[in-house]
């Protein structure tokens, strides 16, 4: 006999978590970081993939080996799930679930039509700014959010189907245009996308504000390693939820900003570029980088205005 439904969630700590709930059900773990890199509308397509891959092999170095064994292996598995009358998402409050819930909803819009999506998005009703992780709430917590799910409307699959589509353009403009119509049943989706606005290059010292909070840590602070770092900058992100793993990426990139990470250290540039005393665009810049289906050095940040600028 076939399950009645079926389970999507942001990784593997949530099916874990699931795993020992309990509660029935097929479950299916949603392995990328559609936060990162190149998008395209087309979720789930030849086209899709191999732009995704390239973006890994290029940036991490993954192998198309892992990336079949750990994300499209499991999509393979989600596409095998054709007959559950209801589909459930688990999907937090970040930037990085954000973007892959919308995709998600995208493709089971196309895909899976007549079924219900219904969504467990934990929210924090005593103090909204304390965000909660599902793998972390206890069974009885976790039990809670799954009997108080929402169920998504007709009109709510199309909106996040929008929300993706505009992600995926070329052109981040009209983005930022809609994350004022605050939508009820996805809490978390307007910080998350005026948190994407922000990762494009400021105008005063061509640095997004996540790499520049990744120098204001480092000058603030006292490190021994690039490792405790990298702990430190996990632990205060907030909003955009990334891995260590993207922590190096950035770090990489800016290593002309440091003169040390053994103890981590700026150079006399990085404190200048941190103090908006000289502009460290051209030197970042990449033209192979991407923030969903945008080139990220096309744009610039008027963190005064709070609006993106073409060039």
Same mark, same amino acid.
């Given at each position: 006999?076939?399950?009645?439904?079926?389970?999507?969630?942001?990784?593997?700590?949530?099916?874990?978590?699931?795993?020992?709930?309990?509660?029935? !059900?097929?479950?299916?773990?949603?392995?990328?970081?559609?936060?990162?890199?190149?998008?395209?509308?087309?979720? !789930? =397509?030849?086209?899709?993939?191999? =732009?995704?891959?390239?973006?890994? =092999?290029?940036?991490?170095?993954?192998?198309?080996?892992?990336?079949?064994?750990?994300?499209?292996?499991?999509?393979?598995?989600?596409?095998?799930?054709?007959?559950?009358?209801?589909?459930?998402?688990?999907?937090?409050?970040?930037? =990085?679930?954000? *973007?892959?819930?919308?995709?998600?909803?995208?493709?089971?819009?196309?895909?899976?039509?007549?079924?219900?999506?219904?969504?467990?998005?934990?929210?924090?009703?005593?103090?909204?700014?304390?965000?909660?992780?599902?793998?972390?709430?206890?069974?009885?917590?976790?039990?809670?959010?799954?009997?108080?799910?929402?169920?998504?409307?007709?009109?709510?699959?199309?909106?996040?189907?929008?929300?993706?589509?505009?992600?995926?353009?070329?052109?981040?403009?009209?983005?930022?245009?809609?994350?004022?119509?605050?939508?009820?049943?996805?809490?978390?989706?307007?910080?998350?996308?005026?948190?994407?606005?922000?990762?494009?290059?400021? *105008?005063?010292? !061509?640095?997004?504000?996540?790499?520049?909070?990744?120098?204001?840590?480092?000058?603030?602070?006292?490190?021994?390693?690039?490792?405790?770092?990298?702990?430190?900058?996990?632990?205060?992100?907030?909003?955009?939820?990334?891995?260590?793993?993207?922590?190096?990426?950035?770090?990489?990139?800016?290593?002309?900003?440091?003169?040390?990470?053994?103890?981590?250290?700026?150079?006399?540039?990085?404190?200048?570029?941190?103090q908006k005393k000289q502009n460290y665009y051209h030197s970042i810049k990449n033209?192979?980088?991407?923030?969903?289906?945008?080139?990220?050095?096309?744009?610039?940040?008027?963190?005064i205005d709070g609006k993106l600028l073409k060039l």
């Amino acid at each position: 006999m076939k399950s009645a439904q079926l389970h999507i969630t942001n990784g593997d700590n949530t099916t874990l978590a699931l795993q020992k709930l309990k509660i029935g !059900g097929e479950i299916v773990t949603w392995r990328e970081m559609l936060c990162e890199g190149k998008t395209t509308i087309d979720v !789930g =397509s030849e086209n899709f993939w191999k =732009s995704r891959f390239d973006f890994f =092999s290029r940036n991490y170095k993954i192998t198309k080996k892992h990336f079949i064994d750990n994300t499209l292996k499991e999509f393979r598995n989600l596409c095998n799930h054709k007959y559950q009358e209801e589909i459930i998402l688990w999907f937090e409050y970040d930037l =990085s679930c954000q *973007i892959n819930m919308i995709a998600v909803i995208s493709w089971l819009k196309k895909n899976r039509p007549n079924a219900t999506i219904a969504l467990v998005s934990p929210e924090n009703k005593t103090d909204p700014k304390k965000y909660l992780r599902l793998h972390k709430l206890v069974q009885k917590e976790l039990l809670s959010f799954y009997k108080n799910r929402i169920i998504l409307a007709k009109e709510d699959i199309e909106y996040a189907d929008y929300i993706w589509q505009l992600y995926c353009s070329k052109s981040p403009l009209q983005l930022q245009n809609i994350i004022i119509d605050s939508h009820s049943h996805f809490t978390y989706l307007h910080d998350a996308i005026e948190a994407h606005l922000q990762r494009f290059p400021t *105008i005063k010292n !061509g640095l997004n504000k996540i790499e520049n909070n990744i120098l204001e840590t480092a000058l603030t602070g006292s490190y021994a390693s690039k490792k405790s770092f990298i702990q430190k900058l996990l632990h205060k992100q907030e909003i955009y939820g990334f891995s260590s793993l993207q922590y190096e990426k950035k770090i990489r990139d800016l290593k002309g900003l440091f003169r040390s990470f053994s103890p981590v250290v700026l150079n006399d540039l990085g404190q200048d570029v941190l103090q908006k005393k000289q502009n460290y665009y051209h030197s970042i810049k990449n033209d192979l980088s991407y923030l969903g289906g945008s080139l990220k050095y096309n744009y610039l940040y008027d963190e005064i205005d709070g609006k993106l600028l073409k060039l």
